[in-house]
C-alpha cells in the first residue's frame, strides 16, 4: 500500500470545477495584483479568524520580514525565536541586519519554552516570534506576560496554523501583535503558488503594513518609508477563496487522522500516551502532546504535521521508505547549528545544554503522514509497519 506524505492532487481533484473556473475568470480579468479578490480574501480571513485586519502578502517569508519592518526592527535589535523552526523564522531577522536570539524548545509540543525567555531578554530585545509548530499554538499566556512586561513586540509565526486555536478558542494569529501566515502549496491553506498573510488589530500597524507592502509607497511615487514589493496575486487569492470554506472540515479531518495513529499506536504497545518524553520498554515512541476536545478551554491543533520521536528515527525512515511510506524530518538542524549563524552563535555566548530539547527533537522527531484524505486503512498501514519495525 502507498502512503504518500502528502497528496495535493486529492484536494485538487474535489474542488476542480470550482477552482478551473476562478481562474478562468481571473485570466478574462487581467486584474493579477492585489485587487478585488485580494481584498476579498482579506476580508475573508478577518471573517474567520475574528480579527480586525488582515493585509494579503507574497509569502509567509514575507509576512515575517514585512511584520519586523511594521514594528520597526533595527539593526542590532534582538528578535527571540525559538531554536526549532523553519529556516524563514530566523532568516528574516538576519535580513534586517538584526540578531535572532535563539530558545530551546519543549519537548511535549515542539514550541518554544516559555520558562527559558525571559533570561535571554536584553536591554536590546525588541520582540518575540513565537511559532505554532506543526499546527499548535505556543505556550501564548505566558508569552505575552512576558511581553507585557518588557515591553516587547509579539509577532506569531502561524504560517503551520492556520485555524489552530490558543486556550480560550482565540485564533493563533490573533493572539500577539501581529500574526503571520503562509499559503505555500503543503501548509493546511494552500494556493497555488507562494502567497502570505498579515493579521493585526492595531490599526496603525494595519495602516504601516499596507503602505510597506507597496514600497513604502504613498500617494504613489511618494516614499516617506522604506517597503518591499509584498503583494499577493488575485489568482493566488482567488484559489484561497474558494478554499478557505472548506478549511475547518480538512482540520478536523487532520485532528481525527492524528487521534486514530494515537489510539492506535497506544493499542499496539509502543507507547503508553502522548505528552511522554523519555523512552522506555513501553514508549519505544514519544508522542506529541495532542489534546481532541475544545471546550475552550485547550488548545486547538490542526496537525500541519504529525510528529513522532524514535531513538533509531534514520533506520526508521528507510523502513518505511521501502514499504513506501512516505515521512520528511522536520528539521534536521537547529538554528544553533546553521553554518550560517555560526559567528553569532560564537558570540552569543550560549552554554553547553542550552538546546538540549531542540538538539533531540532534531535527531530524533519523524512526521508521518497526515494530511485530510487518506484513509483509514493507510493510517492503519503506517503503524503496523511502524510496529513491524520496532519487532522484527
Ligand atoms: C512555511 C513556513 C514559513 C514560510 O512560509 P513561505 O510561504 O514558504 O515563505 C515560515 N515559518 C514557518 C514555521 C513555516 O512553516
Known sequence: MKVPLLDLKAQYRSLKSELDDTIIKIAESQYFILG?????????????????????????????????????????????????????????????????VFVDIDLKTYNIDVNKIESKITPRTKAIIPVHLYGQAAEMGKLNEIAGN??????????????????????????????CFSFFPSKNLGCFGDGGMVTTNDDALYERLKILRVHGS???????IIGGNFRLDAIQAAVLNVKLPHLNKWSQKRR????????????SGLSEKPGITEYS??????????????????????????????????????????????????????????ECFNELVKNANYTENEFINSDIASSET?????YPELDKEQIRFVVDTISDFFTK
Open 36 to 100: 478585488p479578490e485580494v481584498e476579498k480574501l482579506e476580508k475573508n480571513i478577518c471573517d474567520y479568524l475574528k480579527c480586525k485586519h488582515a493585509v494579503g502578502v507574497s509569502s509567509g517569508t514575507d509576512a515575517l520580514l514585512i511584520s519586523l519592518m511594521a514594528v520597526d526592527i533595527k539593526p542590532g535589535d534582538e528578535v527571540i525565536i525559538p531554536d526549532y523552526s523553519f529556516f524563514a523564522t530566523a532568516g528574516v531577522i538576519s535580513r534586517l541586519n538584526a540578531i535572532p
Open 150 to 179: 518588557y515591553g516587547l513586540k509579539v509577532i506569531e509565526d502561524g504560517a503551520q496554523a492556520i485555524g489552530s486555536q490558543y486556550i480560550g478558542g482565540k485564533y493563533s494569529g490573533t493572539l500577539g501583535d501581529i500574526g
Open 218 to 224: 504613498k500617494p504613489k511615487y511618494y516614499h516617506k
Open 256 to 267: 481525527d487522522n492524528a487521534k486514530l495513529y494515537v489510539d492506535l499506536f497506544v493499542k
Open 281 to 338: 520498554k513501553a514508549n519505544k515512541i514519544l508522542l506529541p502532546e495532542t489534546v481532541y476536545d475544545n471546550a475552550g478551554l485547550t488548545n486547538y491543533h490542526i496537525f500541519n504535521q504529525f510528529i513522532i520521536r524514535a531513538e533509531k528515527r534514520d533506520e526508521l525512515r528507510t523502513f518505511l521508505s521501502e514499504k513506501e511510506i512516505g515521512t520528511e524530518i522536520y528539521y534536521p538542524i537547529p538554528f544553533h547549528r546553521q
Open 366 to 370: 519523524i512526521a508521518l503522514p497526515i
